[in-house]
Structures are given as C-alpha cells and as structure tokens.
C-alpha cells in the first residue's frame, strides 16, 4: 500500500512569517501535485511537479520535488490569511489516473 | 464552463435508508473520480471511471457502495443501506485527456452526508 505521510498536520502562523510542508513516502511518484481546498470547497490544483530535483514558482509558493521523486516541499514566504486552507500532496505513481493523496496539512494564518 | 455539478449539496438521512448521490462531470473530460473525506482518514479514492468504464474499485468500502456511469455526462453513487460511520464529504472530480500522470483533476463542491 502507497502512503503519502505529510507533515505538520497542523500550522497556525502569523501574517509575514515563513513555512514549509512536507510530503513524504517510501514509493517513488511518477508525479506529484499540490492542492488547495477551502472549507466547502472541493481541492483546487495549484501545481504538478515530475522531474527529480524539480522546482517550481507560484508567486509566494515555491514548490519542490525531491531528487528520487519519493517526496516533495511546499514553501510559503510571508504568509498571508488569504492563505489559509487545507494544503494536500498528491502522487501519481503508475502512470495512470489514479491519485493517492496525502492526510493534509491545515494551515491558519493569522492577521 | 460550469465545472464539475454535485447534488444535493447536503444529505441527512436515517441509519439504513438508500443515498443517492449524483455528479456531472466537466464537458469533454474522460476520467471522472469518486472520493470522500473525513477527518480520521483523510481523502480517499473509492472509485474511478474511464470513458465510463469502471477502472478501479478498490477503494469501494463494502458491497453496500455501488457506483454507476451511464453516460458521459452523468455519474451516481449509492449507499443502501446507509450506515452513521459512511458520514462524509463525497467528492467527485473529472480530468481531461486520456489519464496521463499530470493531469489536473477539477474537484466538485463535494456533498455532506450525515448519516443519524
């Protein structure tokens, strides 16, 4: 069984202060994406990563993928509350359309 | 485009009674996903369908979860009978292209089910 085990569960910040989250598993992924998701809403992509060593940019967000594709990072700089939410990790790891996702990560960002 | 349409948004039904829960994937999409969330365990896959077809089933609790596609644009699952402990955020998503691994897949607004 593919486990996705992400870490903090939960982060309660100030507004302006760094974080980082981590998503981590025994299994190698052929990709892995990030989602978002509000309360009542359902998870929104925010980025797909799929080369080792990967690192990618969305605004604050800086996304990594690690060299042997079994984890991977989300950074937020100065955290905003429009940034809180529940952050998931998601890993493709047979090339088909299935998804295992990770527990989440619940993150409060406070003005 | 609408994106994905769940209904109802909110079900409260009785211990044994049958929930039906229907989903209208996004427009074109070929892959369309079955999941639910809770606390305890997080987001868990039950079902997925491609063109369809069901391709993968193995996250279906127990024979009393059934999951249905007639068409392309309209997909079902069923709980009879429904049990306290199947109370849950159902989600359905969709994807577009033909499953390749960095598909995006487009979450619906998710159903509460509370099961008393």
């Known amino acids: 069984t593919q486990l996705l085990e992400q870490s903090p569960q939960f982060l309660s910040i100030q507004e302006g202060e760094n974080l980082t989250v981590y998503c981590n598993s025994s299994?190698?992924?052929?990709?892995l994406q990030w989602y978002r998701q509000e309360p009542g809403e359902g998870p929104v992509l925010l980025v797909t990563v799929v080369t080792g060593g990967e690192v990618k940019k969305l605004k604050r967000l800086t996304f990594q993928f690690g060299d042997a594709r079994k984890d991977s990072s989300l950074h937020i700089t100065a955290a905003q509350p429009g940034d809180t939410g529940l952050y998931l990790c998601?890993?493709?790891?047979?090339?088909?359309?299935?998804?295992?996702f990770g527990q989440g990560t619940e993150l409060s960002v406070k003005p | 485009d609408a994106g994905v349409i769940q209904s109802p948004r909110h079900e409260v039904t009785e211990m044994g009674q049958e929930v039906t829960l229907r989903c209208k994937p996004i427009s074109g999409h070929d892959y369309l996903f079955w999941y639910r969330q809770t606390m305890m365990r997080g987001l868990e896959l039950l079902i997925y369908f491609n063109n369809n077809v069901p391709i993968d089933d193995s996250g279906m609790p127990e024979d009393r979860f059934s999951a249905k596609m007639p068409n392309a644009s309209f997909s079902t699952l069923k709980i009879q009978p429904s049990e306290p402990r199947d109370s849950a955020v159902y989600f359905c998503a969709s994807s577009p292209l033909a499953g390749g691994y960095t598909d995006t897949q487009y979450f619906g607004p998710g159903t509460r089910l509370t099961v008393l």
């Open positions: 299994s190698v992924f052929s990709s």
């Open positions: 998601a890993g493709n790891y047979n090339q088909g359309g299935k998804l295992i």
